[in-house]
């Protein structure tokens, strides 16, 4: 049981570049989650999905794409990555029931030059 | 809308001392939940404790105890008997309950407070 995997772990981009994030779980959680750490911010929500084939925007989604084509699989895409994006993204999920902790992937250290 | 604040930005303690980690929160619900998370210098975020806006109990989770006080919205964290170990930002969360049971709506987080441990 891996719980929440990320991958990759380190990532350097130049501006213009694409990349995409991955993020698995072996939980069968319906929700997950993509959020963004930056010093001094806290986490702040970019894309999430209540279940298979559904997402929705989060509080800053400009710059980025996911999809959900796989209950366990939450793929997060910058098309034109920018200065802005350099951050630490983490991806997290729960199960719909109970009090809804969430459960977090080890995050991505992502640079963009 | 929801908000959580964390008046402190850092923290000291010395071992085996307790310390309380402040945490406000502005909502209009009545039914909601509030998180404590650790974030360690390695980065993973772990779940610490929950307490629910209708518990008449503070939650407790080993040397970790909630300091629930709902008239004044504070959800503040203790750490008894604190250890180097307990030295990382600490993040206070937020989310909505379903009156039904089950929970809805996303975690807002706090900005965190980082707390440095002294031997």
């Known amino acids: 049981n891996a719980g929440v995997t990320q991958t990759p772990k380190f990532r350097v981009l130049k501006t213009g570049q694409s990349m995409t994030l991955l993020c698995a779980q072996d939980m069968n959680h319906e929700y997950m989650y993509w959020y963004r750490q930056d010093p001094g911010m806290g986490l702040r929500l970019i894309h999430y999905?209540?279940?298979?084939?559904t997402t929705a925007k989060g509080e800053v989604p400009d710059g980025y794409n996911v999809s959900r084509l796989k209950k366990q699989n939450f793929l997060l895409g910058l098309e034109s990555a920018a200065p802005s994006q350099t951050s630490v993204y983490f991806c997290?999920?729960?199960w719909g029931g109970g009090v809804g902790e969430q459960f977090f992937g080890p995050g991505t250290r992502l640079t963009v030059l | 809308a929801q908000k959580i604040t964390q008046t402190q930005p850092g923290m000291f303690v010395q071992e085996k001392e307790a310390v309380t980690l402040d945490c406000t929160y502005d909502?209009?619900?009545?039914?909601?939940?509030l998180f404590w998370y650790k974030q360690p210098s390695s980065g993973e975020m772990i779940f610490l404790i929950y307490?629910?806006?209708?518990?008449?109990q503070n939650a407790t989770e080993g040397r970790y105890s909630l300091n629930f006080q709902k008239a004044r919205k504070s959800a503040n964290l203790v750490i008894s008997a604190s250890q180097l170990g307990d030295s990382a930002m600490y993040f206070c969360a937020m989310r909505e309950l379903l009156p039904q049971g089950g929970s809805q709506g996303n975690l807002i987080f706090g900005k965190g407070t980082k707390l440095s441990v002294k031997p």
């Open positions: 997290a999920s729960r």
């Open positions: 999905s209540v279940g298979e084939g």
């Open positions: 909502t209009s619900d009545q039914s909601y939940g």
């Open positions: 307490q629910g806006s209708y518990d008449e």
